[in-house]
């Protein structure tokens, strides 16, 4: 068996690799190591940069994001029982737009089967040779090979490809807080993002469409879910949302809940050989800058450019910097996205000198134009 391609996982950034390629001509086969349904459901991110949503668009596959994607111009910062708007699009000329990682994967997969792509589910890959590009994996029971010119290694933070890199650096940083998220089948009480700073911890009200919302809390980084009945969900959120202008946070029935642990963390270099990392298989952020699907859509567009001009011209430079590109991105990510979380969350171990400092700093944020572009500039994203 071969193809030109063999991408490791189909999450974002494996599904829109292939459709990318296969858009320049270029064959690949994915294999995932879960079923179709499992893939489709996994709540994940919400919040797509301009330049993904672009990327989308104007790669065939913006259909139904243009219909039910909704397209923000600003994002509220919450804190003091006040809440001040960032105009971001005003600040930057640029928007962001809520469509669920979700909906990206399930167009993905219905745009590669009805291109005849090949995308093999429940296809375990348990080894891959970066030198002599191949990779092993598990179908119903039985061990295949697939021969391959490149490997795209897009298996997410546990897969397998980042340990086949033999000179690995990594850089990391654990947080002491976690998130507990939710999806609600109720309104949502606002129009734009809340990022909430309270006492008590961070808050996000975020929604997924005019009738569903997407919230989280910060919660201790070991919490367990059996301790959160719905009730304590909305008492909390409604506590640390509350301001003194009467807006109120309206409640429904929680139809989804769990907790994600919160980590940076960033794989150097992401190519060994014919071996190329994407995505959460290279670098991870914590989620409150919004920035995971975004790097992972810009280290796989990167990549398939470089793919095509090795295809085109025969040229391998856009492939021999493609490690130094998408790092300079991602390290600008992990900034953004630490700074945003300290900036947001009330840690467990501070004093009270640091939780003026961050009262401080939020004051900052929302009383200089200045400091408000900082924040808009990274969180609208940088054109690629
Ligand atoms: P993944 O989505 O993890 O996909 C990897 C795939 O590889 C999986 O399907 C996995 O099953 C498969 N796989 C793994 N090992 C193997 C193997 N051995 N063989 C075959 N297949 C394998 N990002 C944003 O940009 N905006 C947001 O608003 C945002 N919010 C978030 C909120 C939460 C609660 C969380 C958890 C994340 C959020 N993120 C956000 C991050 C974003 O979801 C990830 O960065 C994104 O999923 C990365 O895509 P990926 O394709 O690289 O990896
Ligand atoms: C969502 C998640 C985020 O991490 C974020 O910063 C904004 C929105 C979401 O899931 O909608």
Redesign the pocket.
Known sequence: MRTQVAI???????LLLSHLLHTRGIDSVV????DRSY?ERRQ????LEQGTADILRDSGVGGRLDREGLVHEGLELRFGGAGHRIPLTELTGRTVTVYA?TEIVKDLIAERLSAGGDLRFE???VAVDPSAPSVT?RKDGRTHTLDCDVIAG???????CRPAVPTLRTFERDYPYG?L?ILADVPPSTDELIYCHHERGFALHSLRSPTISRLYLQVPHDEDIARWPDERIWEELSTRFAVDSGWRLKDGQILEKGI?PMRSFVAEPMRHDRLFL????AHIVP?TG???????VSDVTMLAEALVEMAEIGSEALLDSYSDNCLKRAWRAEHFSYWMTTLLHTDPSENAFGRRLRLSHLDYVVSSRAAATTLAENYVGFPL
Not at 278 to 281: N, R
């Open positions: 490791v996982g189909a999450g974002p950034a494996g294999l995932e190591s879960r893939v994940r991110a919400g919040l990682q296809s375990e890959v994996f897009c298996d997410g933070f546990h897969g397998v998130w998220g994600t994407a995505g959460d298989a989620p919004a920035k995971g699907l975004n790097l992972a």
